[in-house]
């Protein structure tokens, strides 16, 4: 079975039920991992949590995902990160996130944890990264992540990264382009949406982000465009692929998570890249019609 690593944050998330709020939990390319999970690849976590009740919760129930979390770093004293997810009268929602004193803010702080990383991150196929990663590290720790990941890929194995942009976690947006474009010269998978690349690069007159990408050093650039479906950008050329329709939309939440996983998976099971979108549409299809960044776990991702 290949093995994918993710590298992230996962949040504890309380959501509105009724005149309440259910306790559950999330992050992007924790999101990815769950998925992935489900699709069949063996998938390890990279983090850090606290070591307080709320920690050994999430633990907990990322195990019960079937997500590795042997190298998940607990730091003493420390809580996780907290959003709550509010939804108003005509059901649109909104989020307020606590991030500032976020564990893995702190995940490469020196120690035995850090020396052993790399052996760590080795024994995986595939690793998995965003910009939120990146934004939550200090810069000194982003360079050193980046410098294990280019180590990482030089010794054989790939990497995926998406530049899942939140402006709120950055200076500028000018600074978090220069990250993201660092972290496009050393993946195989660059897995960017067209809103994020316009987002990112909003100063820059008439960008094209498959060229900028490709210049940047990107093996295989997976630009997604919602509704549009999926452009593939490859030494071969360029390929369209469909976005899948669905009756309605529930819950846009983790599409491109969802999105990810899939993509990742059929790649690693060497599928080729129109393949691997075409069962990435149908994930993120399937996600997008249920409620929840995590939709429940006996819904089929795909039709069997």
Not at 8 to 29: F, H, K, S, T
Not at 131 to 147: E, R, V, Y
Not at 197 to 204: F, G, I
Request: some cysteine.
């Amino acid at each position: 079975m290949k093995s994918l690593g993710v590298i992230g944050e996962c949040m504890l998330e309380l959501r509105a039920d009724g005149e309440n709020y259910r306790l559950g939990y999330g992050g992007d390319v924790f999101n990815t991992a769950v998925y992935a999970t489900r699709l069949g690849l063996e998938t390890r976590f990279f983090s850090a949590t606290g070591d307080d009740h709320y920690s050994a919760y999430l633990l907990n129930a990322w195990a019960g995902e079937g997500v590795d979390t042997n190298h998940v770093r607990q730091l003493s004293g420390m809580k996780p990160s907290l959003y709550i997810i509010a939804i108003d009268s005509q059901g649109e929602r909104s989020f307020q996130y606590w991030r500032e004193a976020s564990p893995f803010r702190h995940w490469l702080r020196s120690g035995q944890y850090r020396d052993d990383l790399f052996e760590k991150l080795r024994d995986c196929d595939c690793l998995y990264f965003s910009s939120i990663t990146l934004a939550l590290l200090p810069d000194a720790d982003k360079t050193h992540l980046l410098k294990l990941l280019k180590r990482f890929r030089a010794q054989g194995g790939t990497i995926g990264f998406d530049p899942n942009y939140r402006a709120g976690l950055w200076p500028s947006a000018d600074i978090a382009a220069s990250w993201v474009d660092e972290a496009y010269q050393i993946c195989d998978y660059a897995m960017p949406s067209a809103d994020d690349e316009a987002l990112l690069r909003a100063s820059t007159e008439s960008h094209d982000p498959i060229t900028h990408i490709e210049a940047m050093g990107a093996q295989e650039v997976v630009l997604k465009r919602g509704a549009e479906g999926v452009t593939l950008a490859l030494p071969t050329g360029t390929e369209r692929v469909a976005a899948t329709t669905v009756p309605a939309i529930a819950d846009t939440t983790a599409a491109g998570d969802a999105f990810n996983a899939g993509y990742l998976y059929r790649r690693l099971q060497g599928a080729d890249p129109a393949d691997a979108a075409a069962l990435a549409v149908r994930v993120a299809a399937t996600v997008i019609q249920h409620s929840g960044a995590i939709i429940p776990a006996d819904i089929p991702l795909v039709d069997p």
